[in-house]
């Protein structure tokens, strides 16, 4: 089992920053991919960022494009989700996932995905 941690949350004006970080440790020697997605009430969870381990690959919603950048260090075993120019759109609670060889499903999916961070609450105020 994958054990991932999230620090970094707050609260911020729009048009500030926030940096997210997340640490995996326990059985991370098949993941390969770690992936950002926020939710808020009453709506699914949605993909926000992604990045391969080894080949740093990365991945982003349509949505934050430009704005947030993911980065993934293999031998820390960690990866942080830098958001600039925020929005009051971009508040939620965001998670950090970890992605296992021989997964199923897309990595844009919450379902592609077998190891969850408790979430960190992230407000952007307008």
């Known amino acids: 089992q994958v054990q991932l941690v999230e620090s970094g949350g707050g609260a911020v004006q729009a048009g500030g920053s926030l940096r997210l970080s997340c640490a995996a440790s326990?059985?991370?020697?098949?993941?390969?991919?770690m992936g950002w997605f926020r939710q808020v009430p009453g709506k699914d969870r949605e993909f926000v960022a992604a990045?391969?381990?080894?080949?740093?690959?990365?991945h982003y919603a349509d949505s934050v494009r430009g704005r947030f950048t993911v980065s993934g260090d293999n031998a820390k075993k960690t990866v942080d989700l830098q958001m600039n120019s925020l929005k009051p759109e971009d508040t939620g609670v965001y998670y950090c996932?970890?992605?296992?060889?021989?997964?199923?499903?897309?990595?844009?999916?919450?379902?592609?995905?077998?190891?969850w961070g408790q979430g960190t609450q992230v407000t952007v105020s307008a």
């Open positions: 990045v391969s381990w080894s080949a740093h690959n990365e």
């Open positions: 996932a970890s992605r296992s060889m021989g997964s199923s499903g897309s990595h844009y999916s919450p379902d592609g995905y077998d190891g």
């Open positions: 326990g059985r991370i020697f098949s993941v390969y991919v």
